[in-house]
């Protein structure tokens, strides 16, 4: 019994010995990666993909794993959740987007701002710090997207140029004070950099800001190229992509939400578009063919 118990840890030391040189060759050879390798692939709810010239990161901003309740699609029949086997939920997360393009990096949308939220942690992650964002384009007024322009009393991008629809602030300004109170504040907090586009507009980077109202009145998507931030134009792909009829409950208008759905899904089909959604579930992206 002794003897044996020397032998394990003579070969334990061995081992030890051979151990750090392992590590230190296969460090080595991490080492000798391209930046763009190592960081956007490696870390967890951090994924980039580059289409044409655009270079896009998605950066998950819930901590915790997301199901979009299937109580949130009180329209669909039991019949089709049984069959996609949705009973338990719908896959989801919460989701923002940083786009490089025209030399210039865009961050699209801010998530929850809660207190797990990973949005800050996951761009120091990248290299980047609240500070060197300079463009912050918003899909619409929702907590979980623009809940992390704040921190208590200030605001987290203090350089950002922020751009939001026109129609989605006038439509919140009239809302009842407790239902726009988060907006009002972000809003005023921000006011010296915000800008109001119109639909149709483009914004700095070759951004195009469409329309896609239904989910609140003035619900933007944006596209470059091949590229095409939708937002919350979807809750659950899972069921919405096959059935884009179903609204989730979190649509303000539920048949406007769901032509508008239907018509971008069919534009985003005709041309080949890759689907960047604030929802969709990790990674949140949805090449041509998957949706
Ligand atoms: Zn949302």
Known sequence: MKNYLTKKVWLLYALMLILPTCGG???????????????????????????????????????????????????????????????????????????????IRILFDTGLGAPDSRLTESLKSLGIAPADIKYLYLTHFHGDHIGGMMKGDSIVFPNAEVYASKTEYEAWMKMPEKQRAQVVKTMESYRKQLHLFEFGDTLPGRITALGAVGHTPGHTVFQTEKLLVIGDLMHGAALQAAYPEFSAAYDHDKEKAAETRKRFLKYAKDNGLTLAGMHLPAPAFMAAGQY
């Open 25 to 103: 060759s296969s460090k080595k050879a991490a080492g000798e990666e391209s930046a763009a390798d190592s960081a956007a692939t490696r870390i967890p709810g951090i994924e980039t993909m580059l289409l044409n010239n655009v270079k896009v990161t998605w950066i998950q901003d819930n901590a915790e794993e997301r199901l979009m309740p299937r109580t949130l699609f009180a329209d669909a029949p039991d019949s089709i959740i049984d069959r996609l086997n949705l009973q338990d939920g719908i896959p989801s997360s919460v989701s923002t987007f940083l786009v490089e393009t025209e030399g």
